[in-house]
Each structure stands twice: as structure tokens, then as C-alpha cells.
């Protein structure tokens, strides 16, 4: 199988609701206690004043899109616009809006 290639970007209304996003989603990293030194890079983003961007490439191993499902998820959940798309063999596999709460 080929690597999962993660890119996208979200926005807040504020610095301290990116702020909020970042330590659930960091959160859930450490309560899971995520293993993989692959998916270290989850907890690594390119981030402004109110955006975060994600441009990371993980192994298709079944953990490894549950973990970052759950990043993205989290991240998602406060913000106003935006979406992360997960792409494998150049075809969408997963797309995760802002706004989302499942």
C-alpha cells in the first residue's frame, strides 16, 4: 500500500480558539499514548495568527489514519473554514471539514 498524504489548512475567529484546537488535538495524542514514531508529525504545524496548515505524509497502516482522524477531527471542531484532505494513489480517500463534531 502507498503512503496517505495529508494537506489542508483551518481557520478560527481567534488566536486562542487555534490555541484550544491544537491542545485537544495534542491531547488526544497523549492520553492514546500513540506509539508510532511515524506519527510524530501530528504533532507538528505550520501555524499563523488564526490558521493551521497540515502537509504530512503517513504509512496506510489502519493506527496511523485512526490517529490522524482523531487529530483532524479535533482540529476541526473550532474552526470557521477550511478542510484537511487525505489523499492516497492520488485519489481522496477522507476529507475533514471545519465545523465537524463526529
Known amino acids: 500500500m502507498h503512503a496517505i498524504h495529508f494537506h ?4 478560527y475567529d481567534s488566536r486562542e480558539a487555534l490555541d484550544r484546537a491544537l491542545a485537544a488535538a495534542r ?9 508510532d514514531p511515524a506519527l ?8 499563523t495568527e488564526t ?10 497502516a489502519a493506527d ?17 473554514g477550511g ?8 485519489q481522496r480517500i477522507d ?3 471545519s465545523g465537524e463534531d463526529d
Open 27 to 35: 491531547l488526544f495524542l497523549d492520553e492514546d499514548d500513540v506509539p
Open 95 to 97: 476529507l475533514f471539514v
Open 83 to 90: 478542510a484537511i484532505e487525505a489523499r492516497q494513489n492520488g
Open 8 to 11: 489542508g489548512s483551518y481557520r
Open 40 to 47: 510524530t508529525s501530528l504533532r507538528s504545524f505550520v501555524r
Open 51 to 60: 490558521s493551521v496548515t497540515v502537509d504530512i505524509v503517513l504509512p496506510p
Open 64 to 80: 496511523a489514519r485512526f490517529a490522524a482522524a482523531a487529530v483532524f477531527h479535533e482540529l476541526a471542531r473550532e474552526a470557521i
